[in-house]
């Protein structure tokens, strides 16, 4: 399983634009890259996932290089709700994965 | 439609006693995944099952934890003489028969205090 890394934590304030960078330098081929949310006490949320290039949903985008060595996360005008942990996962896209969590990135946005 | 379901969301028990932890997938999934969170720590993967079958369980420890997925009725988790080192978040997520996305749907979490 490929190895993901990304910052602990990260500050911002409401109305900017966020993004977080993981690494997954071990990437194999099949794999895809996926972030997920998780706010204090309920499980985590599926946001965005991408195999190259850029990807693009209401909520989020996703940037990733062609080595894919590593992806951004991208999260336009965030607001106090966006205050989370984030997830960056490596997998297989095969729908049946199961999921390996690292520690993510702790989002905070503050007024 | 609702969501993945988990009760209880709360329990408290004390050491050598049994937990039994249980998940209703969303309508129409079939796939059951349980993930275990520790204070300040990601989700480690416990097990997946398919209705009856366990397909993988290589997260799973190797005593006193189980985890099934009858043909009728939610799926359980059962931790035996719980111990201390067991309190954390157990979460489930469900995802349908045909994948395409590594997308699971996670319930809200049970909360397992071992006094």
């Known amino acids: 399983l490929a190895k993901t890394t990304q910052p602990i934590s990260m500050d911002s304030y409401e109305g900017q634009e966020v993004n977080i960078t993981c690494s997954h330098n071990n990437i194999a081929t099949n794999d895809y890259i996926t972030w997920y949310q998780q706010f204090p006490s309920q499980g985590p949320r599926f946001i965005i996932q991408g195999y190259k290039t850029k990807v693009t949903n209401e909520v989020a985008s996703l940037f990733i290089p062609a080595d894919r060595k590593s992806s951004t996360l991208s999260l336009p005008r965030v607001s106090l709700s966006d205050t989370a942990v984030y997830y960056c996962l490596v997998a297989l896209n095969s729908g049946y994965s199961t999921l390996t969590f690292g520690k993510g990135t702790m989002l905070l946005v503050s007024p | 439609n609702a969501g993945v379901m988990q009760n209880p969301r709360h329990l408290v028990r004390r050491r050598g006693q049994e937990a039994r932890l249980r998940c209703s997938p969303m309508k129409g999934h079939s796939h059951v995944y349980w993930y275990r969170q520790l204070p300040e720590e990601g989700l480690k993967f416990m097990v997946y099952l398919q209705k009856e079958n366990i397909i993988d369980e290589s997260g799973m420890p190797k005593e006193r934890f189980s985890a099934e997925f009858p043909k009728e009725g939610p799926s359980i988790l059962r931790i035996q003489q719980v111990v201390r080192g067991d309190s954390a978040a157990y979460f489930c997520?469900?995802?349908?028969?045909?994948?395409?996305?590594?997308?699971?749907?996670f319930g809200p979490g049970t909360r397992l205090t071992v006094l």
């Open positions: 997520a469900s995802s349908p028969p045909r994948g395409g996305y590594n997308e699971q749907f």
